[in-house]
């Protein structure tokens, strides 16, 4: 079974930048459409911006402009480039495969999480 590892979350002033990666222990990056997903304390697991096997971004509005995602698929990494960071993006950032467009019935993949935490 494929497990995804977050990395990269720390502790940032406004303003600054972070990038976060999401490895995988196989090559599912490739068939999946990939996201990251953000869950603050008290809210709500919420979607930052997924991006399908073609390529075509959702971003949240909350991120646009400020975050970017990024694949590498040799590398079985997916990355999330948080700029201009706030304190309002204090969370917990999940990474995300889902191939069940190419893959029936397949596992929806979630990593365990890396905190991200904004000063002010």
């Known amino acids: 079974q494929v497990q995804l590892v977050e990395s990269g979350g720390g502790l940032v002033q406004a303003g600054g930048s972070l990038r976060l990666s999401c490895t995988a222990s196989g090559s599912i990056f490739s068939i999946s459409t990939v996201g990251w997903y953000r869950q603050a304390p008290g809210k709500q697991r919420e979607l930052v911006v997924s991006?399908?096997?073609?390529?075509?971004?959702n971003y949240a509005d909350s991120v646009k402009g400020r975050f970017t995602i990024s694949r590498d698929n040799a590398k079985n990494t997916v990355y999330l480039q948080m700029n201009s960071l706030k304190p309002e993006d204090t969370a917990v950032y999940y990474c995300?495969?889902?191939?069940?467009?190419?893959?029936?019935?397949?596992?929806?993949?979630w990593g365990k999480g890396t905190l991200v935490t904004v000063s002010s």
């Open positions: 995300n495969a889902d191939p069940r467009s190419v893959v029936p019935g397949g596992i929806n993949y």
């Open positions: 991006e399908t096997i073609r390529g075509s971004t």
